[in-house]
C-alpha cells in the first residue's frame, strides 16, 4: 500500500488493493492490532461510534459480545457497567437501537428535529399533550423509570399494542426531551435530557449539515475505508445527506480494488489517519455477533470478506442454512466459518458448525473454549459439523 500524496484533490490519487482495504477495515474496527484494554469498553465504544442493541440473547446480548470480541474476555458485569452507568452514553437511533457515547448526543440533533418535523412516531396517541406532559412530570418528581414504573408499557394485547404513556414516552426520547442512559433487566430507564446530558453538550444545537459532517467523519474513522453507501448505512443517513457532507468530512477519495463489478476497482473514501502507517499486528480469533459493526452491513461484508450471511433467527427453521443465531468465525483477519451457539446449563453447545478448510480447526477451537470460559461454560459440545470427518480432531483439540 502506497501513502497518500501530501495534496490529494477530489479525485482518487491512491489505489488500494482489496487485502489492503480488508486490513485497514479490520484495524478500524479494534480487530487488528493491539487491544486498548486500558480504554475498555467506553473507549471502544467512541472509537466505533455505535454498537447495536438486540433483544436476542444466546451466550450473551450483542452489545456484551461486541466489545468481548475486541478485548477478549472483559467481565460482563463491567461491560454493562460501562455501557449503563457513569453518564458516558445514552441509546438511540443510529444504525438501529445502539448504544451511543454521550459526546455524540449533540450529532442527532438532525434525527430528534425530523421527529418533531414529522410530528408523530408509526404509533399515534389519542392525547398527546396530556400523556406527555404526565410522563415529564413524573420523571420530574420521581427520577428516572422504566415503562412499568411510569404505568405499563402495553395495553395488555400483542407486543407492539403500546399504551398510551408508552407511546408518550418513546416519543419524548425520539425528540430528545427524555434520554436512555440505562437498562435494567433489558428495560430501558427513561429520565429528563437536562438531568442526564451533561451541560455542555446540551446547550450545543449543531445545524443539519454540521451533523451530518460528523458523522460522516465518525463512520468513515471507524469503517476505515468505505463506499458512499457503506457511509450511508453506518448510522443510517440518506444518500444526499452523506453527498453534502463528504466534501468537508476530511476524508479521502480512493480506489479500491476489486470492490467493483466483476472485480474491478471501485471508488471509495478512506480515512486519512488510516492510510498513514501500514495496518498489521495481531489478529483476533474470535466468534462474531451477526450485529458486530464489522459485518452488520451484507454487501459489505460479501465485498470484503467473500462472505454471504445473514441472521437466520427470523428464518423458518427448516429453510435455516447456518443456525438460529450463526456467528461468523475471524481468524487470521478473514471470515473462515460459522458457529451456532446455545447453551445448556454448565455446557456451551455448538449445534451446527461449517468450516472453509480442515486447516482451519485449531482456530475453531480456540474461539469455543475462550467463547465457552467467558460465559461460564466448563465445557463445550458439538451437535452437528459440516464434516464429521473432523470430529475426532476437533474433540481432541477441545479435550
Do not use: N
Given at each position: 500500500?502506497s501513502?497518500l500524496?501530501?495534496?490529494?484533490?477530489p479525485?482518487?490519487?491512491?489505489?488500494?488493493?482489496?487485502?489492503?482495504?480488508r486490513?485497514?477495515?479490520?484495524r478500524?474496527?479494534g480487530?487488528?492490532?493491539?487491544?486498548?484494554?486500558?480504554?475498555?469498553?467506553?473507549?471502544?465504544?467512541?472509537?466505533?461510534?455505535?454498537?447495536q442493541?438486540?433483544?436476542?440473547?444466546v451466550?450473551?446480548?450483542?452489545?456484551e459480545?461486541?466489545?468481548y470480541?475486541?478485548?477478549?474476555?472483559?467481565?460482563?458485569e463491567?461491560?454493562?457497567t460501562?455501557?449503563?452507568?457513569?453518564?458516558g452514553?445514552?441509546?438511540y437511533?443510529?444504525?438501529?437501537?445502539?448504544v451511543?457515547?454521550v459526546?455524540e448526543?449533540?450529532?442527532?440533533?438532525?434525527?430528534?428535529?425530523?421527529?418533531l418535523?414529522?410530528?408523530?412516531r408509526?404509533h399515534?396517541m389519542?392525547d398527546?399533550?396530556?400523556?406527555?406532559?404526565e410522563?415529564?412530570a413524573?420523571?420530574?418528581?420521581?427520577?428516572?423509570l422504566t415503562a412499568t414504573?411510569?404505568?405499563g408499557?402495553?395495553?395488555?394485547g400483542v407486543?407492539?399494542?403500546?399504551?398510551?404513556?408508552?407511546?408518550?414516552?418513546?416519543w419524548?426520547l425520539?425528540?430528545g426531551?427524555?434520554?436512555?442512559?440505562?437498562?435494567?433487566?433489558?428495560?430501558?430507564?427513561?429520565?429528563?435530557t437536562?438531568?442526564?446530558?451533561?451541560?455542555?453538550?446540551?446547550?450545543?444545537?449543531?445545524?443539519?449539515?454540521?451533523?451530518?459532517?460528523?458523522?460522516?467523519?465518525?463512520?468513515?474513522?471507524?469503517?476505515?475505508v468505505?463506499?458512499h453507501?457503506?457511509?450511508?448505512d453506518y448510522?443510517?443517513?440518506k444518500?444526499?445527506?452523506v453527498?453534502?457532507?463528504?466534501?468537508d468530512s476530511?476524508?479521502?477519495?480512493?480506489l479500491?480494488?476489486?470492490?467493483?463489478?466483476?472485480?474491478?476497482?471501485?471508488?471509495?473514501?478512506?480515512?486519512?489517519?488510516?492510510?498513514?502507517t501500514?495496518?498489521?499486528?495481531?489478529?483476533?480469533?474470535?466468534?462474531?455477533?451477526?450485529?458486530?459493526?464489522?459485518?452488520?452491513?451484507r454487501a459489505?461484508?460479501?465485498?470484503?470478506?467473500?462472505?454471504?450471511?445473514?441472521?437466520?433467527a427470523?428464518?423458518?427453521?427448516?429453510?435455516?442454512?447456518?443456525?438460529y443465531?450463526?456467528?461468523?468465525l475471524?481468524?487470521g483477519?478473514?471470515?473462515?466459518?460459522?458457529v451456532d451457539?446455545a447453551r445448556?446449563?454448565?455446557?456451551?453447545v455448538?449445534?451446527?458448525?461449517?468450516?472453509d478448510?480442515?486447516?482451519?480447526?485449531p482456530a475453531?477451537?480456540?474461539?469455543?473454549?475462550?467463547?465457552a470460559?467467558w460465559?461460564?461454560?466448563?465445557?463445550?459440545r458439538?451437535?452437528r459439523l459440516?464434516?464429521?470427518?473432523?470430529?475426532?480432531?476437533?474433540?481432541?483439540?477441545l479435550?
Amino acid at each position: 500500500m502506497s501513502t497518500l500524496p501530501a495534496a490529494a484533490g477530489p479525485a482518487p490519487t491512491l489505489t488500494l488493493r482489496a487485502d489492503d482495504a480488508r486490513r485497514i477495515a479490520l484495524r478500524a474496527q479494534g480487530l487488528l492490532g493491539a487491544p486498548d484494554r486500558r480504554a475498555g469498553v467506553r473507549g471502544l465504544l467512541r472509537r466505533l461510534g455505535s454498537v447495536q442493541l438486540d433483544t436476542i440473547s444466546v451466550l450473551a446480548r450483542s452489545h456484551e459480545l461486541v466489545p468481548y470480541a475486541r478485548l477478549g474476555a472483559v467481565g460482563r458485569e463491567a461491560v454493562e457497567t460501562a455501557y449503563w452507568s457513569g453518564g458516558g452514553s445514552f441509546e438511540y437511533w443510529s444504525h438501529a437501537a445502539c448504544v451511543l457515547p454521550v459526546e455524540e448526543w449533540p450529532l442527532f440533533s438532525f434525527r430528534r428535529r425530523a421527529f418533531l418535523a414529522r410530528g408523530h412516531r408509526w404509533h399515534r396517541m389519542e392525547d398527546g399533550a396530556r400523556s406527555c406532559a404526565e410522563v415529564l412530570a413524573r420523571l420530574r418528581a420521581d427520577g428516572p423509570l422504566t415503562a412499568t414504573d411510569l404505568g405499563g408499557a402495553k395495553k395488555g394485547g400483542v407486543w407492539w399494542d403500546w399504551s398510551e404513556t408508552k407511546i408518550a414516552v418513546e416519543w419524548l426520547l425520539d425528540t430528545g426531551q427524555v434520554v436512555c442512559t440505562e437498562r435494567r433487566g433489558w428495560k430501558r430507564v427513561y429520565d429528563l435530557t437536562e438531568r442526564a446530558v451533561p451541560d455542555q453538550l446540551l446547550g450545543l444545537d449543531p445545524d443539519d449539515t454540521a451533523c451530518f459532517r460528523q458523522l460522516v467523519r465518525q463512520s468513515g474513522a471507524a469503517l476505515g475505508v468505505a463506499t458512499h453507501k457503506d457511509l450511508t448505512d453506518y448510522h443510517r443517513l440518506k444518500a444526499d445527506q452523506v453527498d453534502a457532507a463528504l466534501p468537508d468530512s476530511g476524508l479521502v477519495p480512493v480506489l479500491v480494488e476489486g470492490w467493483g463489478r466483476a472485480g474491478t476497482a471501485a471508488p471509495a473514501w478512506a480515512d486519512p489517519a488510516a492510510l498513514d502507517t501500514e495496518p498489521r499486528g495481531r489478529h483476533r480469533t474470535t466468534l462474531l455477533s451477526p450485529f458486530d459493526s464489522l459485518i452488520w452491513d451484507r454487501a459489505r461484508t460479501e465485498r470484503i470478506f467473500g462472505l454471504s450471511h445473514r441472521l437466520e433467527a427470523y428464518t423458518p427453521r427448516e429453510k435455516r442454512l447456518h443456525g438460529y443465531f450463526a456467528m461468523p468465525l475471524l481468524s487470521g483477519g478473514r471470515l473462515i466459518g460459522r458457529v451456532d451457539p446455545a447453551r445448556d446449563k454448565q455446557t456451551m453447545v455448538a449445534r451446527q458448525i461449517s468450516l472453509d478448510s480442515p486447516a482451519q480447526l485449531p482456530a475453531l477451537a480456540q474461539a469455543l473454549r475462550e467463547a465457552a470460559d467467558w460465559v461460564g461454560c466448563d465445557a463445550v459440545r458439538v451437535e452437528r459439523l459440516h464434516d464429521e470427518a473432523l470430529r475426532p480432531a476437533l474433540e481432541k483439540l477441545l479435550g
